[in-house]
């Protein structure tokens, strides 16, 4: 079945250390997104890509730095300087076409610090 | 800037009665699409519908009905005889006009939690 797949389901991250989240689509979508989901909040944009070998800093890309190789594969990379980086981590992606394309997500990763 | 505003953080209904969900949104923008997600517990987003700024026709798809209108920028979810299955949380969101190349770039409410009961 074509969809997203993202990977752990679960991290634990050690003081100073840069952890990598894996996110992947066999959709064809030309589109990629992060975002950033705390408890009882909404989701916040961490990063996007809309072709290969280019990508935008989103809402809150501070202490994140992304890579867009592939079209399949966008991954997240929650470096040291992200102090607060405990969270629910989604990805997603869209077709091309605009602004009324929905995106479709992943079952998300969840951080956590030691 | 664009705003997207979910005033019900937690709605708790029985069974089979009826629940609406309200969005309110700011944008300057006179094109734009709104989109309705689904997350169960599960984590994952589920894209329920999508209406773009010139079509303010209300949209019944089974028991989900969804009520937009312009001139209060408001875009209301009715989930009608509510079942278990239905328990997640609700997300409006706004799409950004702007990125034509690819994509859109979405404002999310702050979401509504539904409990249903049985």
């Known amino acids: 079945d074509g969809g997203i797949t993202q990977s752990p389901k679960y991290l634990f991250r050690k003081e100073g250390q840069n952890v990598t989240l894996s996110c992947e689509q066999n959709?064809?979508?030309?589109?990629m997104y992060w975002y950033r989901q705390d408890p009882g909040q909404g989701l916040r944009l961490i990063y996007y890509s809309q072709i290969v070998n280019d990508f935008q800093k989103g809402d809150i890309a501070e202490g994140y730095s992304v890579s867009r190789e592939k079209k399949e594969s966008f991954p997240l990379t929650v470096t040291s300087a992200q102090k607060n980086p405990t969270a629910f981590y989604l990805c997603?992606?869209?077709?091309?076409?605009?602004?009324?394309?929905?995106?479709?997500f992943g079952d998300g990763t969840r951080l956590s610090i030691l | 800037a664009q705003k997207v505003t979910q005033a019900q953080t937690e709605i708790s209904v029985v069974e089979k009665e009826d629940v609406t969900l309200d969005c309110v949104y700011e944008?300057?923008?006179?094109?734009?699409?709104l989109f309705w997600y689904k997350q169960p517990p599960s984590g994952e987003l589920v894209f329920l519908i999508r209406r773009n700024s010139f079509d303010e026709q209300n949209e019944i798809s089974g028991r989900y009905s969804w009520n937009f209108q312009k001139s209060t920028s408001s875009f209301n979810f009715t989930i009608t005889a509510s079942q278990v299955v239905d328990s997640a949380v609700y997300f409006c969101?706004?799409?950004?006009?702007?990125?034509?190349?690819?994509?859109?770039?979405?404002?999310f409410g702050g979401g509504t939690r539904v409990l249903v009961k049985p």
């Open positions: 997603a992606s869209s077709r091309a076409g605009g602004e009324n394309q929905p995106q479709h």
């Open positions: 944008t300057r923008d006179t094109t734009y699409y």
């Open positions: 959709l064809n979508h030309d589109a």
């Open positions: 969101a706004l799409s950004e006009v702007g990125l034509k190349a690819a994509g859109n770039k979405l404002t």
